[in-house]
């Protein structure tokens, strides 16, 4: 049996309510608010908070590759999944792979990691599905689009839902893209989209699939599906033949938004946090085609517990003062450089420095025990050279020694928050504060820790890890 | 280790104009500060055997105060210990002459920061800058860390916390005030100070000192020969070096660093108190330049001078102990807080004003029959400081 042994989601911190976009542009105001990235966040930072939360505490050495899903990869030329595998702290001899281009990159990461796990050329595949498209100011996808990312597990021992089958259509059809320097997501006129596109596809490979297995929508406790928007989604659940008031996944558009590449995942993590052994559900992606999988929850389902899955992320949230933070956060409008020396960076510093940059290693002493951070040749306390073990960090907790809010230091959100955090189990680090409520920053507060994209110095990205707030 | 006591003595000292001289290169400033330094003792350039130079940012070679001064073919050193590079230049000048090579030597700090544009210190060589560990790490936000953690630790309200910061800042300007070279010669009052825009809160504008230009010179010579010079020399009592063995600046830290108490200053100041012969430093030493890039520095550096018992150092604000008519004047001059903090020069401006207080010649800020002044510096930040101490003493 081949099917998904651990899953998990991330939803950044920030939300931006739909009413601060509409009084942006005098416009109409859809209720809600969905989920923004934090200046310092990318589809590689969110993918590895996903898949931190679908790991937990398992041994990470099992993992035999990393499937990277995403429209909005940071890197044009340059792998994901390699350098998010290294954040993870993985194996070195895996299969890293990216999956791109199409709203349909996650379910196809999903698709093929069954495929390997079925073929016997991997163990346990870690999927990762994460996007951060942008919709141009004032349009409606501005007002749709979210941000987020989902994780998936799948091996073929402790299975909690087994894959039952699948059915694929490939579409070729122009309703959105980008090209190559396009920032925004471009789309066609929405009549056109609707009703030659989604509206005929989705059904088509929905009702194909269950005509494949023999099922009808009765079949089903619950109906996991790609849409715009709401309206869309309401309309399509109709079509497709299931009961909207007990079938459907909410799709969470007015809470999170529509969230690409990763929408369908993190709907199925949503799905999985409330399914019961036996439960049959039914997840349609759409884009150039749609992915349609059959899965069926196990017995070990309720054993599997992501750290703090959709619920937990969702719940913990900080509204966006405005709309103009968020033209900030994604650098929107260009603003006036701070008077301050540009950012610096030099690939074989930071490749000779990965381990602790990273993958937030730090050194364990192996004559006094001490941790130490960056990880130190020489032994700061016993004096003892080149004798130690890597300690991972990243999944420590902390507490805070000191902070301030420094609004000299060039930061995207003033005030930069710099920090000393002393890590349970021993180690200290000093780096600035992210996703925090400045007002409730406390010296001794717990903090954990997030991978993120610190700067773009020599336009090569630079990513390390900082401490947040536990959410 | 050795002692320096009453080895050699200072017989000239000048200043630059500290401020935003946009006017003036760092030649200018050079020439302008050691040109009074030498009529100061009454000598000239052909009289120089050996010339130490500190700076950290605004040269790179000797040649940075050869070319201006035109020294021709002297052996001359460029020092740099960060904060603390010109008390440095001072230190192995007078090594130099204490080890017998040189009858006299000439001192220099100085710095151009105003050059560069920005509204903070310029980087160091950017090929030596660490693309992440260290980033966003600015001298006021990691001395704000260290003002957070002493309100923490010793219980002290951040409304408290601020006052007594601020007491301390309008103490400098007060002193500044009387000093002609000062950058900032005017009082400020309690509530500017505290209600001041945030720099690095808790430290506001007014708890850090300016981003300034400056130079300043010394004279030194064998003691023996000094009254040859000038019959009111004063004498180098003392030299302590202490440097951290952490660096915040990139990232990395200890977990026994303790924010607020600075142990490089401690074993820096119990070495030259120890050549000096000092026992009790709070009743022997007359008045003390210390170093005060911020507030909070002054206040922890009380405490770790061991001018205040430690966590006590509130107290002594509140009481006016380092007040100019308290028990234990501290920068009588304004500080770095008056006269900003040109980095190679700072700790030569301290030896002036200890200089011009043991000699009496302080006008204005004069303190009442003087024996021993000490100036401090110290680089860097919490867990990475490099502090230097000397103490100067009139002769007997």
């Known amino acids: 049996m081949v099917g998904i042994t651990a899953y998990g989601a991330y939803v950044p911190f920030y939300r931006l309510s739909k009413e601060a976009i509409a ?20 589809s590689i930072t969110m993918a590895v908070e996903a898949a931190i939360d679908c790991i937990g505490g398992l041994d990470r050495g099992i993992i035999d590759a990393l499937f990277f899903a995403s429209t909005t990869a940071p890197y044009k030329e340059k792998q994901a999944a390699a350098l998010a595998a290294f954040a993870l702290d993985l194996r070195r ?8 281009n199409s709203l349909r990159a996650g379910t196809a990461a999903m698709r093929s990691a069954i495929d390997a ?54 579409n070729e059809f122009i309703d959105l893209w980008r090209l190559e320097n396009d920032r925004f997501v471009r789309s066609w006129e929405e009549r056109f989209i609707m009703t030659q596109g989604y509206e005929k596809v989705l059904p088509e490979a929905v009702l194909g699939a269950m005509k494949k297995y ?13 849409a715009p928007d709401a309206r869309s989604h309401t309309r399509m659940a109709a079509r497709l033949g299931f009961d909207p008031r007990t079938q459907l ?19 199925l993590v949503a799905a999985l946090e409330e399914a019961k052994p036996g439960d049959r559900l039914l997840l349609a992606s759409y884009g150039d085609g749609s992915d349609v999988l059959v899965l069926q929850a196990t017995e070990e389902i309720a054993k599997v517990k992501p750290r703090r899955g959709m619920k937990g992320h969702l719940a913990s949230k900080s509204m966006l003062r405005s709309y103009e933070k968020y033209v900030l956060f994604r650098r929107l409008m260009p603003v006036e450089p701070a008077r301050r020396p540009e950012a610096y960076s030099a690939a074989p510093t930071i490749w000779r420095d990965a381990k602790s940059l990273l993958a937030l290693n730090g050194s364990k002493c192996k004559s006094c025990s001490r941790v130490q951070y960056p990880v130190a040749r020489i032994c700061p306390y016993c004096g003892s050279k080149d004798e130690f073990d890597y300690a ?80 | 280790m050795g002692s320096i006591k009453d080895q050699v003595a200072i017989i000239g000292m000048g200043l630059s104009k500290f401020g935003e001289n946009w006017e003036s290169s760092s030649d200018d400033m050079i020439i302008e500060a050691t040109y009074e330094a030498y009529e100061d003792a009454g000598i000239g350039p052909k009289d120089i055997q050996a010339a130490f130079v500190g700076t950290i940012f605004s040269g790179v070679t000797a040649a940075c105060v050869t070319e201006p001064l035109k020294l021709d073919y002297l052996p001359v050193t460029r020092v740099e210990n960060n904060c603390a590079s010109g008390l440095e230049a001072l230190r192995v000048a007078s090594f130099s002459i204490a080890c017998g090579m040189y009858d006299n030597a000439l001192v220099v700090g100085f710095e151009k920061l105003k050059d560069c544009g920005y509204s903070s210190l310029p980087n160091p060589s950017q090929d030596s800058l660490h693309p992440l560990f260290g980033s966003g790490v600015t001298g006021p936000g990691s001395f704000a860390l260290a003002a957070t953690r002493y309100f923490h630790k010793y219980g002290i309200s951040m409304d408290d916390g601020k006052r007594t910061l601020a007491k301390i800042a309008v103490k400098n300007h007060h002193n500044g005030s009387f000093h002609p070279k000062a950058m900032y010669q005017r009082e400020v009052t309690l509530e500017a100070v505290i209600n001041a825009p945030p720099i690095a809160w808790p430290l506001g504008l007014f708890d850090c000192c300016p981003t300034t230009d400056g130079a300043a010179a010394a004279i030194l010579t064998r003691a023996d020969l000094a009254k040859s010079f000038r019959d009111d020399y004063v004498l180098v009592k003392g030299l302590g070096l202490s440097v951290g063995r952490i660096n915040p600046w990139t990232g990395k830290c200890r977990e026994d660093v303790e924010l607020t108490f ?91 004003e200890c200089y011009k207080q043991l ?38």
């Open chain 1, 214 to 226: 023999d099922l009808t929508p009765k079949d089903f406790a619950k109906v996991i599906f790609y």
């Open chain 1, 392 to 471: 991972r960090l990243s999944d420590k907790k902390g507490k805070i020694v000191s902070f301030n809010e420094d609004f000299v230091a060039t930061t995207i959100d003033p005030p930069n928050m710099m920090t000393q955090v002393d890590f349970d189990g021993g180690g200290r680090i000093q780096c600035a504060m992210t996703d925090r409520v400045v007002e409730d920053v406390k010296v001794d507060m717990p903090v954990e820790m997030t991978l993120r994209r610190i700067h773009d110095g020599r336009d090569i990205l630079n990513y390390t890890w900082k401490p947040r707030p536990i959410r």
């Open chain 2, 359 to 396: 000699q009496g010649k302080a006008g204005r800020r004069q303190v009442k029959n003087p024996t021993l002044g000490l100036a401090h510096s110290q680089g860097g930040i919490p867990g990475a400081f490099e502090g230097s101490v000397a103490i100067f003493g009139a002769r007997d």
């Open chain 1, 23 to 42: 009084k942006a542009w005098d416009g109409f105001a859809p209720p809600g608010e969905k989920a923004v990235a934090n200046f310092d966040e990318d």
């Open chain 1, 117 to 170: 796990v079925k073929a016997g050329s991997a163990g346990r595949v870690l999927v990762t599905a994460s996007d951060c498209r942008l919709g141009a100011p004032q349009s409606t996808l501005e007002q749709n689009l979210g941000d987020g990312a989902a994780a998936l597990m799948i091996g073929d021992s402790g299975v909690a839902v087994s894959i039952e089958g699948s059915y694929s259509i490939a």
């Open chain 1, 249 to 267: 996944q909410d799709p969470l558009f007015d809470v999170m938004g529509n969230t690409g590449a990763a929408f369908p995942l993190m709907m």
């Open chain 1, 93 to 100: 001899d895996i299969v890293t792979q990216d999956y791109a």
């Open chain 2, 262 to 352: 600075w142990v490089e200053t401690d074993i820096a100041a119990k070495q030259a108190y120890d050549q000096a012969g000092v026992k009790d430093p709070r009743k022997e030493i007359s008045m003390a330049e210390v170093h005060d890039c911020f507030t909070i520095t002054e206040l922890i550096n009380y405490e770790s001078l061991g001018f205040a018992p430690v966590g006590k150092g509130k107290e002594d604000v509140d009481a006016g102990t380092f007040t100019l008519e308290g028990q234990l004047p501290v920068n009588t001059d304004g500080g770095l807080k008056a006269f900003g903090h040109p980095i190679g020069a700072s700790g030569i401006r301290m030896a002036c």
